[in-house]
Structures are given as C-alpha cells and as structure tokens.
C-alpha cells in the first residue's frame, strides 16, 4: 500500500512539474503577443515574406526569358510613367515611325535631328503595340534583355529570403546545440588549436569570407544555403560555447545535478537559454547573409548569372539608375527585411530575459 501511495505522489509531482514547464511556456508567449507592437512585428513580417512568396508563384511573367522578344522591350520604363527618349539611326525603322505617326496610330512627342540620328521622345508600348499588336503592361518596365522587372524582384527575394532562412536554421540549430554541448562537457578545456582555429575564422570578415568561398566553388540555390550556414555557424558556435562555460558556473546547474537531472536535460535548458541569447546575433547574421548575396554579382563569381540573385538586382538598378520605381521597391524591401528581423528578434530574447 505505501509503494502504491508512494508511486503515485511521484508521479503527481512530475505531472505538477510538466504543467508548471507548461504555464510558464503559455506565460512567455501571451505576454509576448499581449504586447501591440510585437504582434504587429509578427503580423507584418509573416504577412510580408508570405505575400511576397505567393505573388511570386502566382505571377505570370517569367524571370528568366522576356514576354516579346524585341529590341523595342530592352529598359521599358514602368507603364505608368512610359514616356521615354532614344535615339536611332536614320533608316527604315525611323521611316516607319515617321509613317505610324502619320497615320495617327502613335504619338511621337519630340523629334530631335542631329545629322543622321533621331532622338524621339515617344511610348514605347504604344509602339510595340502598333507594331506587334500585344498589349504590353510592366509595373516596373523591363531589364536590359527585355525580361520583366518584377518578376525579377518577386523572384530574387523569393529566393534570397528562404536561402536566409534555411542557412540561418542551420546556423542556429548546429551553433547553439554543438557550442552548447562542448560547452558543458569540456567547459573551456577544448584544443587550443581548434579554438584558435574558430577564433581565426571569427577575425575574417564575414562579407570576405564570403566572397572567397563563393569564388573558388561558384553559385548556385544549393551552395548558398550550405556557404552562408557553415560560415555563420563558426559565429554562433562560438557565442554559444562561451555562454555554456558561463552558465556551468551558475549555482542552478550545480542545484540540476544535486536534483539527479542528466546532463543531456540540462543541456536542453541551456540550449533554451542559449537560443533567446543568440536571437540578435541570428537577425544580425540574416543582415550580413543578405550583403553578401547582394555583393556577389560584382565580384563575377561563377554561375552567378545564371540564378535569380538579389546581387544581380542590385547591379542592374546601378547599371540602369533611371528605374526609380526599381530602385525604391528593391531598397524598401531589403531595409524592411533588415529591419523587422532584428526588432522581432530583439522583443522575443527581452521578453525571455524579463520573464
């Protein structure tokens, strides 16, 4: 009978410690999203990444192959703003506008003469239109192939965001967990060649480094993911090792052990500690993951070209700065992007400290 009574007091308590562990779980996460501006950080950021994901998928225009192949479509300006200048070489494509003109079919606004060149002011999609009979429309006009400018930006962030994604997962969950567990079972006694290795790879400029993986071994979806994970990881494993050998020195992880806990459930704990700690340094890992994807179309790395990439996004509004519409979406999309990561992460490792 006392075994009975006995065996079920033990377990009363274990199931008051699980809805205790509970509790405090269903505390940090009402309490976080109690507050309007992190759910307004969590709404925005979801509804964002998401919204741009969808339109991608449901957008019609390819991002790699131009909807009219004309020389006509090279640098359309958006529709919305269509009037633009060019010039061309007298010859049998001018006396052809001259006669569309002629014929009231298209507007031509300007007509400069300079010897044998005309430049003309005019709509370029009036033009096509006349021409090819397909009624053109490029929110923001097209690149120097004649391909869609937003189906570029939709895709080249579709792709940047969840290479950043995957790779800062995979920064994370080695980082914390092997820096955590080396941390509690060598606590500081680890090779001091490994270490000096690691601390070494820290000193090297995360763009660098980047940058010199990324020459040797080219680009691709694939490499991104692994180049930006392995190279984040040494920064995170790092944080998360010192933090360990701090925290073993706490008074709790002696109490865990006189309490009979394994060294693999106070591993857990520590794991939990770690990853609210390391949230800031992942934001800022995101930061510097999406720099350096942006800087890698002008260093020619191989391939690069070949890939929707926010860096050759970058390098074509450099090329062709006349594209406002361009440059304001791309810029207002990468700072967002920066933005909104770091105050998301920065309000989920407070409301863990301030629990």
């Not at 390098?315 to 933005?339: A, E, V």
Request: hydrophobic share 50%; net charge positive; proline share 3%.
């Amino acid at each position: 009978m006392n075994n009975k009574f006995s065996f079920t007091k033990v377990n009363s308590t274990y199931l008051e410690n699980q809805n205790f562990k509970n509790s405090v779980n269903y505390s940090l996460t009402k309490r976080f999203f109690k507050n309007k501006l992190n759910l307004t950080l969590v709404i925005i950021t979801i509804c964002w990444i998401f919204g741009i994901w969808i339109a991608n998928l449901t957008y019609q225009n390819s991002s790699y192959i131009p909807d009219h192949d004309s020389f006509l479509t090279y640098n359309l300006p958006s529709s919305l703003y269509p009037i633009i200048s060019r010039s061309f070489d007298k010859g049998p494509y001018t006396d052809y506008l001259f006669k569309l003109q002629d014929q009231g079919i298209i507007k031509l606004d300007n007509i400069k003469n300079f010897q044998s060149t005309f430049t003309i002011t005019f709509n370029p999609y009036n033009v096509i239109e006349a021409i090819s009979g397909k009624h053109l429309f490029y929110l923001l006009g097209t690149n120097y192939n004649g391909v869609d400018n937003l189906a570029i930006l939709l895709n080249s962030f579709s792709l940047t965001f969840l290479i950043l994604l995957i790779s800062a997962l995979i920064q994370g969950i080695l980082g914390i967990y092997i820096g955590t567990t080396l941390g509690y079972f060598y606590q500081g006694k680890t090779s001091k060649i490994s270490f000096w290795i690691i601390s070494v790879l820290m000193i090297i400029p995360f763009l660098f480094l980047n940058i010199i993986v990324f020459s040797l071994s080219g680009y691709s979806f694939i490499k991104a993911i692994l180049i930006l994970g392995i190279i984040g990881f040494f920064a995170i494993f790092y944080f998360a090792y010192n933090n360990t050998v701090i925290i073993m020195q706490k008074q709790y992880i002696l109490a865990y052990k006189v309490l009979g806990l394994s060294p693999w459930k106070i591993i857990y704990r520590i794991v939990k500690i770690n990853f609210f700690t390391c949230l800031p340094l992942l934001a800022e890992q995101l930061s510097l993951g999406l720099i350096s994807l942006a800087s890698l179309a002008f260093f020619n790395i191989s391939d690069i070209y070949q890939h929707a990439n926010i860096g050759n996004l970058y390098k074509q509004i450099i090329d062709n700065p006349s594209n406002i519409g361009l440059f304001i979406c791309t810029f207002t999309i990468s700072i967002l992007f920066i933005i909104l990561w770091k105050m998301l992460a920065i309000n989920v490792a407070k409301n863990f400290w301030n629990r």
